[in-house]
């Protein structure tokens, strides 16, 4: 079972949104400390269209050929390149990213999105291909050793969202007021709380929370895909640890609940975290259907 699943099933999840009713806003910031951004992010829709080059219909804009979206993506990924190669790690994982982004598509075109355990499976192993790939390329030169990324990858599939993780990028939802941690930090803290070493406050503020125990491009990684139930008043949220650095979650659970825009949620959130110290990377995604009548 999933976080939401008690709270919105697919028979209560109503119509998909259409492309108007999307609101969806996404930004990345360099902070006040680090001179390079190694954050990205992305957004893009899913779509299969049919493209008229040649006819004899007198009037082919008459046609349904309208692209109808297939499924919703939302990707963070905040790149790890350390010492000297931290600039180059940045771009190379900007690359890598994209790849992956392009083999997720084929993911979905190729699996049956109604046999979700299929289609799970497909992005877990769509997740291991792209960490093979940056560990192939960071053996190709010492400056890039170190090279690796997380990866937060959400696609929502109507009424069903997947969201595949690796690393401590993260993904929240807000319900009915609530806020909800969706994924779970990889990082050594996170392990050392598992195993009873710390407490979850201790492990925060110890040396181990920034210390990644999974990552794409890294000595291990361990990809999760969890599936959640999508609704018309949920609202999404993904972010690299530049956010939460600075911002808790309390904050960010009234942000949300006082939203007027993804857009502006996203630049009062990104203030928020500048305001705390912005020490990091900050990037955030901010996502939502509203229902428009008429």
Not at 28 to 43: E, S
Not at 53 to 81: H, I, N, Q
Not at 233 to 240: A, D, E, F, K, Q
Request: with cysteine.
């Amino acid at each position: 079972m999933t976080p939401l699943d008690s709270a919105t099933t697919v028979e209560s999840a109503g119509r998909k949104p259409l492309d108007k009713e999307i609101d969806v806003f996404g930004l990345t910031h360099p902070g006040k400390v680090r001179q390079v951004n190694q954050d990205h992010f992305m957004l893009g829709s899913m779509r299969k269209t049919m493209q008229v080059y040649l006819t004899s219909l007198p009037d082919v804009e008459k046609l349904p050929l309208e692209s109808e979206r297939l499924a919703f993506l939302a990707m963070v990924a905040d790149g790890v390149g350390g010492g000297t190669g931290g600039e180059e790690a940045s771009r190379l994982t900007l690359e890598v990213v994209t790849q992956y982004v392009a083999q997720s598509m084929e993911c979905y075109y190729t699996a049956d999105a109604s046999d979700e355990q299929t289609f799970m499976d497909v992005l877990e192993k769509a997740a291991t291909r792209c960490h093979e790939s940056v560990q192939q390329k960071s053996a190709q030169d010492p400056e890039r050793r170190r090279m690796a990324t997380t990866l937060t990858l959400w696609i929502g599939v109507w009424p069903r969202g997947y969201l595949l993780q690796v690393g401590d990028s993260r993904c929240y939802l807000l319900h009915d007021g609530e806020l909800t941690q969706i994924t779970r930090d990889q990082t050594l803290a996170e392990e050392l709380v598992d195993r009873g070493v710390f407490t979850r406050t201790a492990a925060h503020r110890s040396r181990f929370a920034n210390v990644l125990s999974s990552s794409i491009g890294g000595p291990q990684t361990a990809p999760v895909v969890t599936r959640v139930d999508l609704g018309w008043h949920n609202v999404g949220l993904l972010c690299s640890d530049g956010l939460i650095k600075h911002v808790s979650d309390e904050q960010i659970r009234e942000r949300l609940s006082t939203m007027k825009s993804a857009k502006q949620v996203c630049e009062d959130l990104l203030q928020d975290a500048l305001d705390g110290g912005g020490s990091d990377n900050i990037t955030i995604i901010v996502g939502r259907a509203v229902r428009q009548e008429g």
